[in-house]
């Protein structure tokens, strides 16, 4: 006891066990009423007092400070710290709660020390590097430090033990929290190798089959990567698996704001035919084709007669009709407002299949927003396929019922 309680109790004229006792008891009732009027004190003037002039700033961060809880847990230190200094020199005081108030306290400050950093990444979440450079995992890592001091320091104070004899002998078990740890470290390690590589960030569109994920990154932390399916579930993949397996991020079709149209119109080969001059006369009042034809004819015409070929279709060259839906649809790709003109547009046709002759379209629609892009290329199919007749060309298909019942009757 100290002097301050034993001038306290010479000046009662108290000698007896019994009444030394009382006083002590009065005395620890004293310091709870003075610690709850503190920390009702403090907890009022942060209330009623900060909080409102903390929602009448401009600025965010003192507004991430009240959302994380810090001003909650300084409030909660208020009544640990009058404990200690009105009771930290009573005998019962220090066999029976010294130590549980200065763990307490250590946990306090592990709680402001992960609210601080809680802090730091919602304003560092608010500038726009925040998306390429994500912090979060490296936040993760610092509050596990912390954690492991926190813990550190608490075992020293139960065993009265200083903190460094306490770290020499985790040295020991070094292998076995490699082994607890081991997720946390290669997931940290990932998340380093991820960043420095911008392989993936916070918004990204990325696809890994292997881990069912086909959808936009909403979370990069330490040990893991959180994806949004496009059906809104949620799925998690382990941060390693993003660096030893392959995965596809589409924030280069983000970037670019075009998606690309790739697919395939199977023609009947028995369909493809040379053109008389009639039906090209019909597709000249095409006003797509109508500058194509005259140019195509000029030039095949040129070159029949270098070689002195005559009309037979084998000889000579002729225009066909699979040429001239091509042609036809490549200038109707170029006449798109809807259609990219600064990036690859093709159509072409590729090697013939039991299917039939594949003529395949491959552009970019000027969009990225998925509704749009699919009703671009619903359109546009929607207007190619039935133009294909105009053309005498028939489109492949598998005989149905229907098809046999036609052929019995």
């Known amino acids: 006891m100290n002097d301050f309680y034993k001038n306290i109790l010479d000046a009662l004229n108290i000698d007896s066990s019994y009444e030394k006792f009382i006083i002590l008891i009065l005395i620890t009732l ?5 610690a709850v009027i503190m920390h009702f004190i403090t907890t009022y003037i942060t209330k009623h007092h900060l909080f409102k002039i903390i ?16 001003f909650k847990y300084l409030n909660a230190l208020v009544p640990l710290i009058v404990f200690q200094i009105f009771l930290s020199k009573l005998d019962f005081y220090e066999i029976f709660f010294d130590k549980i108030i200065k763990i307490c306290i250590v946990i306090i400050f592990v709680l402001i020390a992960n609210a601080i950093l809680e802090v730091l990444g919602d304003i560092y979440s608010t500038y726009n590097i925040s998306k390429r450079k994500p912090i979060k995992s490296y936040l993760q890592v610092a509050s596990l430090l912390v954690a492991v001091v926190a813990i550190t320091i608490s ?94 991020n589409w ?31 019909k597709y000249k009042k095409i006003d797509l084709l109508k500058g194509y034809i005259e140019k195509k004819e000029k030039e095949i015409e040129k070159s029949n007669s270098n070689k002195n070929i005559d009309k037979t279709p084998v000889n000579g ?4 009709n699979i040429g001239m839906f091509r042609a036809y649809v490549e200038l109707y ?45 619903s359109d546009l199919f929607e207007h190619l396929i039935p133009v294909i007749r105009e053309f005498d060309l028939a489109i492949f298909q598998n005989p149905t019922g229907n098809d046999f019942r036609t052929l019995i009757k």
């Open 55 to 70: 929602k009448k700033s401009e600025t965010k961060w003192d507004d991430y400070m009240m959302e994380s809880g810090l």
């Open 155 to 248: 075992i020293g104070i139960l065993l009265n033990r200083s903190p460094v004899v306490i770290l020499s002998g985790i040295g020991a078990m070094t292998a076995v929290i490699m082994l607890i740890f081991k997720d946390a470290i290669l997931g940290f390690v990932a998340s380093i190798q991820l960043a420095a590589n911008n392989m993936v960030s916070i918004g990204d569109w990325i696809e890994m089959p292997g881990q069912s994920a086909d959808g936009d990154v909403v979370e990069i932390n330490l040990t893991n990567v959180k994806v949004q399916n496009f059906d809104k579930t949620i799925t998690t993949i382990p941060s390693y698996a993003l660096i030893s397996n392959s995965f596809r």
């Open 317 to 320: 060259r002729r225009l066909t």
């Open 333 to 377: 790709l170029k006449n798109s407002p809807y259609i990219n003109q600064d990036l690859t547009l093709l159509v072409r046709q590729q090697e013939p299949t039991f299917q039939g002759i594949p003529l395949e379209i491959y552009c970019f629609a000027k969009t990225i927003i998925w509704q749009e892009y699919e009703g671009i290329q």
């Open 30 to 34: 004293t310091t709870v009423i003075i």
């Open 251 to 281: 924030k280069g079709m983000q970037s670019a704001g075009s998606r690309r149209i790739k697919r395939s119109i199977f023609l009947d080969s028995n369909s493809v035919k040379f053109l008389s001059l009639e039906e090209v006369k």
